[in-house]
C-alpha cells in the first residue's frame, strides 16, 4: 500500500535542521527523501538491509559489484558508461557496508540537478530507470549470473580482501574486533573471507541475489532537491512489482560489560608493533547517556588535543599514531597505535593511565571546550556532503532514532563533567591485541 501523506521523521525548518521525509512505497521498500538546497547535485540511493552473517556476507558484497559490471540493455562497462556520460555525467557506484550486525548493500548514484540541464531534462528520473535496470535486470539465464563477470568480480574481492594485511594499523584493528566479537555477529567482515567469496559460484550469489530482492527490507535515499511525489510514483513503478516478503531485522547484541579480559599476540615479519586495545563502552547509540560517551572518547583519544594524542603521543613520544574510535550502533571502544616492539609495556600502561585519568574527572575547562567544539563542528560539517547526510540518517533511522545532527549538537551542549566521569567509569576492558614485528630497523613497516 502507497503512503501518500509525506510523513516527516526528522524534523526541522532550517537548513541545518532537515526534514526528512518517509514513504512506503511498496512492502518493505520505503523512500526517504531529505530535502535541501545547498548541493548542484542530487544523491540517489538503493540500499538492501540484511542481517550480517559468514553464511551470506560475502554473497551480498558481490551482488552489487555484479551488477555494476552490465544489464539486459547495458550489457557491458562500456555501455553503462556510455549511458552514464549521455545523463551529464551522472555516476553510479557499489555500495556494501557494515552498520552495527547489519549489511548494508546496494547501488548509489550522482546526478546533476535538473535546473541545471540544457533542455531542463529530469535527470532524477533518468538516473532512477537506470539505476532500476542494473538492479533489478542482471545479466543471467535465469539460474545464474553471468559466469565471467561473476569471476571477475570474485577475484577483485579476494584480491582486496587479501591486501588488507598490507596496511597494518587496519588489519590490527579488525583482529582486534574479530577476536572481542568471536562469537557475535559483529565479528562477521561484510565482505566474507577470501575463502568464502572463493566458494561462491554463479548460481549462489544468483540465488542469494532474488533471495535479498524478496526478503530483504530495502531503503531508498534522496538527498538533494525534488519533486518528491513524481519520484515516490517512479520508484513505485520501477520497484513496486516485485514479489515481496519482507524479514523482521534482528537487533543488533548489545554486551555493556566485559566478562574476562582477552591478550593475543600475533607475530609478523614488520618493523613497528600495533597495539589495539578494545572495550566495551557500557552504552550505545540508543541510550540517553550516549552523548556523554561521545565526550569521553573526545577527551580520551578521538582528537588532536584528546589525551592520548597530546601525552602518549606527543609528550611521551610512546607512538607513532595513537586514538580511539568507538563504535556507536555496538557499544565498542577501539584504542590503535603504533609503537616500538619494545615499548609495548610502558604503551600499554601510558594508554590505561589516560582513561583513568578521566574517570577521576582530571581534564581541564580547556580540554572539555575543545573536546565540545570538535564534536559540535564535525556534526554541522555533516552538511557539506550529501553522502555523508544520506549515511548518518540511514544510520540513525536503522537504530530507531528520530532526530538530526542539530538535536545531537544540542545534547551535547547539555553534557556535564560528571557525566563524562560516569561514561568513562562504565568502560570495561575486553581484549588486547599485539601485532608484534619481528624485523629490526628504523621503526617503518616493511
Known amino acids: 500500500m502507497v503512503d501518500n501523506n509525506p510523513t516527516p521523521v526528522f524534523g526541522g525548518e532550517s537548513e541545518q535542521d532537515m526534514a526528512l521525509v518517509k514513504r512506503m512505497i ?24 540484511a542481517p550480517l552473517s559468514a553464511q551470506t556476507a560475502a554473497k551480498n558484497a558481490l551482488i552489487p559489484n555484479i551488477l555494476m559490471r552490465g544489464s539486459v540493455k547495458y550489457p557491458n562497462m562500456a555501455e553503462i ?13 557499489a555500495r556494501n557496508e557494515k552498520r552495527g550486525e547489519l549489511q548494508i548493500f546496494g547501488l548509489c548514484a550522482s546526478m546533476i540537478d535538473s535546473a541545471y540541464t540544457i533542455n531542463g531534462e ?31 568480480e570474485k577475484k577483485n574481492l579476494i584480491d582486496a580482501v587479501n591486501a588488507r594485511i598490507n596496511d597494518k594499523a587496519f588489519y590490527a584493528k579488525m583482529r582486534c574486533i574479530q577476536e572481542m566479537c ?15 567469496i572463493a566458494a561462491c559460484t554463479a548460481e549462489s550469489v544468483y540465488a542469494q541475489y532474488r533471495y535479498a530482492l524478496e526478503k530483504y527490507p530495502i531503503e531508498i535515499f534522496f538527498v538533494g532537491k525534488c519533486d518528491v511525489d513524481a519520484l515516490e510514483k517512479k520508484l513505485a513503478e520501477l520497484f513496486g512489482g516485485i514479489s515481496r516478503a519482507p524479514i523482521a531485522l534482528p537487533e543488533t547484541e548489545i554486551i555493556r560489560t566485559a566478562s574476562e579480559a582477552k591478550y593475543i599476540t600475533e607475530d609478523m615479519p614488520v618493523n613497528q608493533g600495533k597495539l589495539n586495545i578494545g572495550f566495551r563502552l557500557g552504552s550505545y547509540i540508543q541510550d ?47 584504542v590503535s597505535s603504533g609503537i616500538e616492539v619494545d615499548k609495548r609495556e610502558i604503551a600499554e600502561k601510558a594508554i590505561f593511565e589516560q582513561l583513568d585519568a578521566v574517570r577521576r574527572g582530571d ?55 560528571d557525566e563524562i566521569i560516569a561514561a568513562a567509569k562504565r568502560v570495561s576492558l575486553d581484549t588486547v591485541y599485539f601485532l608484534n614485528g619481528t624485523l629490526k630497523g628504523d621503526g617503518k613497516d616493511a
Open 81 to 93: 558508461n556510455k549511458k552514464l556520460d549521455y545523463l551529464y555525467a551522472s555516476s553510479i557506484g
Open 182 to 196: 568471536k562469537n557475535e555477529r559483529f565479528g562477521v567482515s561484510e565482505t566474507g573471507s577470501a575463502e568464502e
Open 363 to 417: 581534564f581541564t575547562q580547556e580540554e572539555y571546550d575543545s573536546a565540545k567544539l570538535g564534536l559540535i563542528n564535525a556534526y554541522r560539517e555533516l552538511g557539506d556532503s550529501a553522502r555523508g547526510l544520506e549515511l548518518w540518517y540511514l544510520g540513525r533511522m536503522l537504530n530507531g532514532i528520530v532526530n538530526n545532527p542539530e538535536d545531537v549538537v544540542a545534547s551535547l551542549e547539555r553534557v556535564t563533567k
Open 26 to 49: 511498496a512492502d518493505g521498500i520505503c523512500l526517504n527523501y531529505l530535502e535541501t538546497d545547498k548541493f548542484k547535485t542530487g544523491y540517489l540511493s538503493v540500499n538492501l538491509i
Open 122 to 152: 529530469d535527470l532524477i528520473s533518468d538516473v532512477a530507470d537506470m539505476l532500476a535496470e542494473l538492479i533489478l535486470c542482471p545479466l543471467c539465464d535465469g539460474e545464474a549470473f553471468e559466469r565471467a563477470y561473476t569471476e571477475s
Open 288 to 334: 540517553e547517556d550516549y552523548p556523554a560517551v561521545m565526550m569521553f572518547n573526545e577527551i580520551f583519544g578521538g582528537g588532536v588535543t584528546s589525551k592520548l594524542f597530546m601525552n602518549v603521543r606527543e609528550k611521551m613520544s610512546l607512538c607513532y599514531y595513537c586514538h580511539s574510535v568507538p563504535e556507536a550502533m555496538k557499544g565498542l571502544l577501539t
